[in-house]
Each structure stands twice: as C-alpha cells, then as structure tokens.
C-alpha cells in the first residue's frame, strides 16, 4: 500500500498554503487532478484560484501517513496551523471527511 501523502497548494515561492489535502498519488498527478477538474457554474473558489493561477501554482510535501485516520488527523493538523499562521486557506473546515481511497477529493 502507498503511503498517504498530506500536501499543500501555493504559488510558487510564497509561503501561504492555500490548500491542504492528500493522496496517495505523486504529488505531480494529485495537482493535475486538481487541474483537470472543468470549470462552469459551480466553481468553487479553489478552483477558480487554481485556473487563475495555474502556471505559479505548486504542491509541496506537508507530510506523511500510513493509514487514512492518520492522514486526516495529520491534514486537520496542518489545517490547523495554516489557519493560525492567517493562511487563505479554501479548506472548508477541520474534520472533514477524509478523501476517497485515491485521495482525489478537492
């Protein structure tokens, strides 16, 4: 089984996380996952950000699971601590569901 991978979406060279999620994918897929998503009428806000912003935007390496409760409880961490640090994070809320078993949730 692949580890759980929790990562956060940025612009390139900032320092503000603006999302935080996982996957148990490369992170170099997971963030084409998040581009691949189409755009119309429902966009949420990450997704407008993200098309907005698609050539600056990165996906950097938070930390490391192995089980999925581990990975929620350590992504509600880092939540946590963006939100503390004042980052525009677009996560909705600490304790959300914990993303489908190929971590492609948004």
């Not at 490391?64 to 963006?82: G, K, M, S």
Request: proline share 6%; glycine share 10%; with cysteine.
């Amino acid at each position: 089984m692949n580890p759980y991978t929790i990562y956060g979406l940025r612009l390139i060279g900032d320092k503000e996380v603006r999302y935080v999620g996982q996957t148990r994918h490369h992170l170099d897929t997971r963030l084409a996952g998040h581009f691949g998503r189409r755009r119309g009428v429902t966009d949420s806000p990450l997704q407008v950000w993200l098309h907005e912003n698609r050539p600056q935007v990165e996906c950097v390496k938070l930390g490391f699971a192995d089980q999925p409760d581990e990975a929620r409880a350590i992504e509600n961490v880092f939540i946590a601590l963006c939100g503390r640090l004042d980052h525009r994070l677009f996560n909705r809320k600490i304790g959300r569901p914990a993303a489908n078993p190929e971590g492609m949730a948004a």
